[in-house]
């Protein structure tokens, strides 16, 4: 069974309408209409590998303007904000983002004798693979756990990436549009407002 | 206790708060090093924060322990104040359908979580705002079994409770028609129920039914689930007609229609009508205790402004992490040992598949179907048991989860989530027992308050490992009859619980069978912490339940007293 595709512009189009509360309005209007971004947090450099690792994390090829992912990262990071717990084995957040995007430059290097930004994305696959199996090379992974980095990173982009209107469009999720509530419960048993794969 | 800084005559504080804010320490270091104060009137330092006129009791925290009893107290004539941490939301207008937005519900303060097993914390296992936790539970509410209870007189483990469900069921009852709980007319498991659920359940959802098809094929008992969200609507005493549940599949990022049974929709507006002062944004920093041992009075922050309150009475309803940091951290009721010790958190593996079915996993109540067919299995190699439930997701949850156990990027990534509508999961709430090595201590790192980190030690034991991998056999069979494909698991730990656990000896347990602490006479603690055992079961209703019954015991204590 392949993966369904769904039509594009439900989300778009359902959040236009009054089948959508202000507050989820206000929320997922923020992400979609999302201003440009500098970073604060981070210094351009970093800035850039942490976009470009995301890029090969969550590639979006079929997109003119692919979903910004590393700029909520940048914000949370200089905020402070915490999600509410850590791996005690991992530094605090702003260390182990700093690290651990030093430690993928470093294995980049050690792999492929360029910095991961000027390596082919075939190269740039094989770095982060190396990474999430805590086989990357480089004295960094010797102090940070190269798995647990590699899964909150991962985990962060996710989230990042599935709290875009754009993104949950592409999942057939059309939750946010609850104003009347759903009616039709139950396998097979869609309301109206729901779109149908083809 | 040494190093005791005496805050006023009679009032020991041991807290010694460290300035974390380099500028402000600067700016005191500085103050400190001038010779002579100023004369001037205006100039004069601030004094300790007034002392409010004493009150009957104080209640730390909103939730599913602190809310019951809260109201029980204001409804005896009592004078009574809440302290919340969070602030007070207005569902309504202030809840957006979007997880991310929502974040404001946790407990987002940084938990170190440690061991072989570390528990997730945030949106996991931790709530704040006026309601607690509450307003973000799944709304799952069966009642424990008695031989839940009873864990070491069965089996030789863990502990068993001061008492049994027999004390609970009054408890039960006067819950499921308070809160309007939705449940089935004969539930399949456990003592028979004197009434029946108020309410009609929930309609299964798209994960039910397949469940239920599974389950049906190798003959386990299905039931549909009792839940605390309204299938009708609802007159409340004390709160009005709260609206029936709109199948919006929302609860664990917030209701916004008051179908479902939090706090601030059910016992808190009932408390507040019956005088009740509850207090929200309010941080609690120190316990105040007099020579003798009682407290006295509590020391909090609110809206960034030191407050301080008398109290005849503490209630201590914080949750299974911050009622033990509180303790630790005022060296409060620590004669036992026990303060943080007996970490629990329930076996919660969930069991995930694709399915040919249109699903929609974001519709309908997330957990509408149950079964306690496991609840002690006849080829169990375990202490305790675990029951199952079928598991409604929302996006960002499940993509994050199958992110975190499949390790998926790339183009494989996006390929599994662009199933979504066709995932199903089961999951188990299942026994843990404690052990030596899980429990919650004060790390040396601070959080952005400048207090103290809780470090939370886990590892799964034998007795866990066998239930989860028991379950995760018996889940994998049902997807596979209910024709999923792509089927895997990700094991995980549900709930914390246990850290000021209760019992008959002040020797191995910090509470009474009343939640009275042995060694300090007017402080009282209410919430998972206290106890004994997990329970096969969401926590949530038995916590409710022992919530009222600390307050009547309290009250009767108090009766007695008059007389």
């Known amino acids: ?198 | 206790m040494p190093d005791e800084e005496v805050l006023e005559e009679g009032v020991l504080n041991p807290v010694k708060p460290e300035i974390q804010d380099p500028l402000l320490r600067e700016i005191i270091d500085e103050n400190q090093s001038k010779p002579a104060a100023s004369r001037d009137p205006l100039e004069q330092a601030a004094l300790l924060p007034e002392v409010e006129e004493t009150v009957d009791c104080v209640v730390i925290g909103t939730g599913a322990g602190g809310a019951p009893l809260l109201a029980r107290l204001a409804m005896a004539g009592l004078k009574v104040v809440a302290l919340e941490a969070g602030g007070w939301h207005d569902p309504t207008k202030d809840f957006a359908t979007d997880e991310k937005a929502q974040a404001f519900l946790f407990w987002n303060d940084e938990r170190l979580s440690a061991g072989k097993d570390p528990v997730a914390f945030g949106r996991n296992n931790s709530g704040t705002g006026v309601g607690g936790s509450t307003l973000h539970y799944t709304a799952y509410t069966p009642r424990a079994q008695d031989d839940d209870f009873h864990l070491h007189r069965d089996f030789g483990a863990g502990v068993d409770w001061p008492f049994g469900y027999n004390e609970l069921e009054p408890y039960y009852e006067e819950l499921e028609h308070f809160l309007g709980i939705s449940g089935p007319e004969n539930y399949p498991w456990g003592k028979a129920r004197k009434r029946s659920y108020p309410l009609a359940p929930l309609p299964l959802n798209g994960a039910a039914q397949l469940m239920q098809r599974g389950c049906a094929e190798l003959g386990i008992r299905t039931s549909p689930a009792a839940n605390a969200a309204l299938s009708a609507r609802y007159y409340q005493e004390g709160v009005g007609w709260r609206e029936a549940c709109t199948n919006r599949g929302f609860c664990q990022a917030g209701c916004n229609n008051g179908a479902k049974a939090s706090m601030d929709v059910t016992f808190l507006p009932l408390a507040a009508a019956h005088g009740a002062d509850i207090r929200p944004n309010s941080y609690v920093t120190e316990i105040e205790r007099n020579s003798s041992g009682h407290v006295t009075g509590v020391v909090y922050t609110q809206n960034g402004i030191q407050q301080r309150i008398k109290c005849r009475n503490l209630f201590l309803c914080a949750g299974a992490i911050e009622t033990p940091r509180l303790l630790l951290l005022n060296e409060l009721a620590l004669t036992s040992g026990q303060v943080g010790r007996n970490f629990m958190a329930h076996t919660g593996i969930q069991v995930w598949g694709t399915f040919a079915e249109d699903i929609r996993p974001y519709k309908g109540i997330p957990g509408s179907l149950i079964s306690e067919d496991t609840h002690r299995p006849k080829d169990a190699d375990f202490a305790g048991g675990y029951l199952l439930q079928s598991i409604g997701v929302m996006p960002v949850t499940f993509a994050s989860q199958a992110a975190r156990a499949r390790g998926l990027w790339g183009q494989a990534g996006r390929d599994y989530m662009r199933d979504y509508n066709h995932i199903a999961g089961i999951n188990i709430l299942g026994d843990c027992l404690p052990h030596a090595d899980n429990f919650l201590e004060l790390a040396e790192e601070k959080d952005a308050r400048g207090v103290a980190k809780p470090r939370v030690h886990f590892t799964a034991q034998p007795n866990e490992q066998r239930i989860t991998a028991h379950a995760e056999k018996v889940m994998r069979q049902i997807w596979e009859a209910a024709g999923a494909t792509d089927i895997w698991a990700f094991p995980r730990y549900a709930h914390t619980i246990g850290t000021a656990r209760m019992g008959l000896s002040g020797d191995d347990a910090v509470v009474d069978a009343n939640g009275r602490a042995f060694d300090v006479p007017n402080l009282y603690i209410c919430d998972n912490s206290v106890f004994p055992s997990a329970l096969a079961v969401n926590p949530a209703l038995t916590i409710m339940a022992v919530s009222l019954r600390t307050a009547d015991k309290f009250l009767e204590k108090e009766r007695r007293r008059d007389q």
């Open chain 1, 1 to 198: 069974m392949s993966a369904p595709f769904y039509p594009e512009g439900t989300v778009r189009a359902l959040l236009a309408t009054d089948l959508v509360t202000e507050a989820t309005r206000t929320a997922l209007a923020a992400r979609l209409d999302a201003p440009l971004y500098e970073p604060q947090f981070f210094d351009g450099v970093t800035y850039e590998l942490l976009r470009a690792v995301a890029a090969r994390l969550f590639p979006q090829p079929d997109r003119e303007t692919p979903i910004e992912l590393a700029h909520a990262i940048d914000e949370r990071l200089l905020k402070g904000e915490s999600d509410g717990w850590r791996y005690e084995a991992l530094p605090p957040d702003r260390e182990a983002y700093r690290l651990g995007l030093g430690g993928i430059n470093e294995s980049a290097q050690l792999l492929f004798q360029h910095p991961f930004l000027s390596l082919s994305p075939e190269q740039q696959d094989a770095v982060l693979a190396a990474v999430q199996r805590a086989e990357a090379p480089g004295t960094t992974w010797e102090t940070l756990p190269a798995q647990l980095f590699f899964e909150e990173l991962l985990a962060e982009l996710t989230e990042n990436y599935y709290s875009h209107p754009i993104a949950q469009e592409e999942i057939g999720y059309v939750g946010m549009a609850d104003v009347p509530g759903w009616h039709h419960l139950g396998l097979n048993n869609l309301d109206p407002r729901e779109p149908e794969s083809n």
